[in-house]
């Protein structure tokens, strides 16, 4: 197999740092700032981990250091470099160089690691000339070329290198204004699409906003949650309209595309990077409040990093609260609520059923990954 690979080096570093994105280099440089290390090499790492017993069978394709080689190198596969970045760090035009020199070659498949705006780069390179499967390592991801998780992309890969026969389809990259974002709106639109594996188990959807918000069922969800704080215990809530119901009925000020912290029913703290929230649970009781991700169903990895893998391992299962109107989980059409924390033996900790809370003293059981990615 002639694998493309093409990393975004500095995907999803913004999103720990409470940045709501990572696109421009001055962004890049304040989460550096504030301690915030790069993952996608890690999420890619992961990736190319499922496919070593088929090391002899692949060539990976890429461009110089970070944007693929020194993954791909470091895990022993046969590398092919065809470029590299024009400057120490690579920009959306390294990446869509990369792109265009690789689907000359041509690759039977391009692997990308990043977000939303990664995804733009190859729709603006490539189009659907090549097919491509997209690694999550961006802190938005709206689009649906990306795989649920870096396991899941492996796993559509092995299907191929077993010779099973996967359809393609032509599928939406969906990219929203980061600016806007970091002022609490989003603007999306639509910007082309790339041609993927359509293997629904592992391939995200595209993210579906809320049109008609159920007004009564959000406060009957805040009243549960409301009903069962306490006033010793500390509650990290995760960004959303259904935890912003749950803020507005405490008359308490939120982040809706942020995380923010209540001690009892009071915020003590808005919009919080990594940092700020482990420094504050340190030797606290807390607990972790999120809900999915309309028509992805993602409660933890997408848009909500801050919540990281050693704050939930402090917090324990029992802890991670999830609430979720029940149109929401009736649009996921039975596939299980995702994890992609970065930390793959974490989500395969947190996978089972969960107690979703859905109404006043209404709960479903409800399945959470899947163990076998």
Same mark, same amino acid.
Request: charged share 25%; glycine share 12%; aromatic share 6%.
């Given at each position: 197999?002639?694998?493309?690979?093409?990393?975004?080096?500095?995907?999803?570093?913004?999103?720990?740092?409470?940045?709501?994105?990572?696109?421009?280099?001055?962004?890049?440089?304040?989460?550096?700032?504030?301690?915030?290390?790069?993952?996608?090499?890690?999420?890619?790492?992961?990736?190319?981990?499922?496919?070593?017993?088929? !090391?002899?069978?692949?060539?990976?394709?890429?461009?110089?250091?970070?944007?693929?080689?020194?993954?791909?190198?470091?895990?022993?596969?046969?590398?092919?470099?065809?470029? !590299?970045? !024009?400057?120490?760090?690579?920009?959306?035009?390294?990446?869509?160089?990369?792109?265009?020199?690789?689907?000359?070659?041509?690759?039977?498949?391009?692997?990308?690691?990043?977000?939303?705006?990664?995804?733009?780069?190859?729709?603006?390179?490539?189009?659907?000339?090549?097919?491509?499967?997209?690694?999550?390592?961006?802190?938005?991801?709206?689009?649906?070329?990306?795989?649920?998780?870096?396991?899941?992309?492996?796993?559509?890969?092995?299907?191929?290198?077993?010779?099973?026969?996967?359809?393609?389809?032509?599928?939406?990259?969906?990219?929203?204004?980061?600016?806007?974002?970091?002022?609490?709106?989003?603007?999306?639109?639509?910007?082309?699409?790339?041609?993927?594996?359509?293997?629904?188990?592992?391939?995200?959807?595209?993210?579906?906003?809320?049109?008609?918000?159920?007004?009564?069922?959000?406060?009957?969800?805040?009243?549960?949650?409301?009903?069962?704080?306490?006033?010793?215990?500390?509650?990290?809530?995760?960004?959303?309209?259904?935890?912003?119901?749950?803020?507005?009925?405490?008359?308490?000020?939120?982040?809706?595309?942020?995380?923010?912290?209540?001690?009892?029913?009071?915020?003590?703290?808005?919009?919080?990077?990594?940092?700020?929230?482990?420094?504050?649970?340190?030797?606290?009781?807390?607990?972790?409040?999120?809900?999915?991700?309309?028509?992805?169903?993602?409660?933890?990895?997408?848009?909500?990093?801050?919540?990281?893998?050693?704050?939930?391992?402090?917090?324990?299962?029992?802890?991670?609260?999830?609430?979720?109107?029940?149109?929401?989980?009736?649009?996921?059409?039975?596939?299980?609520?995702?994890?992609?924390?970065?930390?793959?033996?974490?989500?395969?900790?947190?996978?089972?059923?969960?107690?979703?809370?859905?109404?006043?003293?209404?709960?479903?059981?409800?399945?959470?990954?899947?163990?076998?990615?």
């Amino acid at each position: 197999m002639r694998l493309g690979l093409i990393v975004n080096p500095y995907a999803g570093i913004g999103g720990p740092a409470a940045l709501k994105g990572s696109d421009g280099a001055d962004t890049v440089a304040l989460a550096l700032e504030r301690g915030v290390e790069p993952r996608a090499q890690e999420r890619v790492r992961q990736t190319l981990e499922g496919l070593l017993p088929w !090391r002899e069978q692949i060539v990976i394709h890429t461009w110089a250091g970070l944007m693929g080689q020194a993954v791909a190198e470091s895990l022993g596969f046969r590398v092919e470099v065809h470029g !590299r970045a !024009r400057a120490e760090q690579s920009s959306a035009a390294d990446t869509e160089a990369a792109a265009k020199a690789l689907a000359a070659v041509p690759v039977d498949l391009l692997l990308f690691a990043g977000g939303d705006g990664t995804a733009r780069n190859l729709v603006n390179a490539i189009g659907t000339s090549v097919p491509a499967l997209g690694v999550p390592a961006g802190v938005k991801i709206h689009s649906g070329v990306y795989a649920v998780n870096p396991q899941g992309a492996s796993e559509i890969v092995q299907r191929l290198l077993r010779g099973e026969g996967i359809a393609l389809a032509d599928t939406e990259v969906r990219d929203i204004d980061e600016n806007a974002f970091r002022e609490g709106r989003v603007v999306a639109r639509h910007y082309g699409e790339l041609r993927v594996p359509a293997e629904g188990r592992y391939l995200q959807n595209v993210k579906c906003g809320n049109t008609t918000p159920e007004p009564l069922q959000l406060a009957d969800i805040a009243a549960d949650v409301i009903e069962r704080l306490e006033d010793d215990t500390l509650y990290i809530v995760g960004p959303g309209t259904t935890t912003r119901a749950l803020m507005e009925e405490l008359n308490q000020p939120f982040t809706l595309l942020g995380v923010d912290l209540l001690e009892g029913d009071t915020c003590i703290g808005n919009d919080l990077t990594e940092a700020q929230l482990f420094e504050q649970v340190q030797g606290r009781k807390f607990k972790i409040i999120v809900t999915a991700i309309g028509g992805q169903g993602h409660i933890l990895g997408r848009g909500n990093q801050q919540i990281s893998p050693r704050i939930l391992r402090e917090a324990g299962r029992e802890n991670l609260w999830v609430i979720a109107t029940r149109a929401k989980l009736e649009a996921l059409e039975g596939r299980p609520l995702q994890l992609d924390t970065g930390d793959a033996a974490l989500d395969r900790a947190l996978s089972g059923y969960i107690r979703v809370v859905v109404g006043y003293q209404e709960y479903w059981l409800y399945p959470v990954g899947e163990p076998n990615v």
